[in-house]
């Protein structure tokens, strides 16, 4: 499976930014895809993740409010919207994805249960 994400930029507080992501390959009909992030000098940190069994979506506490993910079930695309972007959002989101959902909500802010990961793009929201 591939990801390719794109829509990063340089925007101001308070602003919006979308990024999308595509997923090409073998993908499943169950696929799992989703975002983290990494500022510099930081662990990657869990998003949002959308799970296309039921159209379920979980967010990080940290974006709940402001932050949107979508998905396309046809065409293997996942979306996040962002609202009212902090400086604290700025980093490198990378997209990433799973073949099938998991056993609970709980495992998906663990970056070790996604097998397949999208080079970056680089968001920065200046003060």
């Known amino acids: 499976v591939q990801l390719v994400e794109s829509g990063g930029g340089l925007v101001q507080a308070g602003d919006s930014l979308r990024l999308s992501c595509a997923a090409s390959?073998?993908?499943?009909?169950?696929?799992?895809m989703g975002w983290f992030r990494q500022a510099t000098g930081k662990e990657r940190e869990f998003v949002a993740v959308?799970?296309?069994?039921?159209?379920?979506?979980i967010y990080a506490d940290s974006v709940k409010g402001r932050f949107t993910i979508s998905g396309d079930r046809i065409k293997n695309t996942v979306s996040l919207e962002m609202n009212s972007l902090k400086p604290e959002d700025t980093a490198v989101y990378y997209c990433t994805a799973r073949a099938r959902p998991l056993a609970g909500s709980w495992y998906y802010s663990d970056s070790s249960m996604y097998p397949y990961w999208g080079q970056g793009t680089l968001v920065t929201v200046s003060s």
């Open positions: 390959g073998q993908t499943s009909n169950e696929i799992v």
């Open positions: 959308f799970i296309r069994r039921g159209g379920r979506t």
